[in-house]
């Protein structure tokens, strides 16, 4: 029989991760499918004077950015996945056309440069 000691002044932070991680899952597992975000693709992206809206409704861009020149093209669909995964909704790409044009009339849009 294992016995765990816990100091007095630890306990509460414990019983705090505790319930934090219990009401975390209980939301997760109660949730309501339907709490998805329905948009109207009709209406489009609108802005007023505080907030964005898409079909209606208040929508907020979470972006990141992506430097495929940095990257393997091995791993470009999985860092934009990962970045899904985030919860960002907007990727930015940084073209550096030093890169893909380093003397005049000379192009290079293959191997890891190609963007399309």
């Given at each position: 029989?294992?016995?765990?000691?816990?100091?007095?002044?630890?306990?509460?932070?414990?019983?705090?991760?505790?319930?934090?991680?219990?009401?975390?899952?209980?939301?997760?597992?109660?949730?309501?499918?339907?709490?998805?975000?329905?948009?109207?693709?009709?209406?489009?992206?609108t802005s007023n004077s505080s907030q964005f809206t898409l079909g209606g409704k208040p929508f907020r861009i979470m972006g990141?950015?992506?430097?495929?020149?940095?990257?393997?093209?091995?791993?470009w669909r999985d860092r934009m996945e990962k970045l899904k995964a985030c919860g960002l909704n907007t990727l930015t790409v940084d073209v550096p056309w030093a890169l893909h044009q380093p003397e005049k009339g000379e192009f290079r849009f293959h191997g890891c440069f190609d963007i399309e």
């Open positions: 029989m294992a016995v765990f000691a816990i100091r007095k002044n630890h306990r509460r932070r414990y019983v705090i991760l505790f319930l934090s991680l219990g009401c975390f899952v209980l939301y997760r597992h109660f949730r309501s499918p339907s709490a998805k975000l329905q948009i109207n693709r009709s209406l489009g992206l990141g950015s992506l430097h495929y020149f940095r990257l393997p093209r091995a791993y």
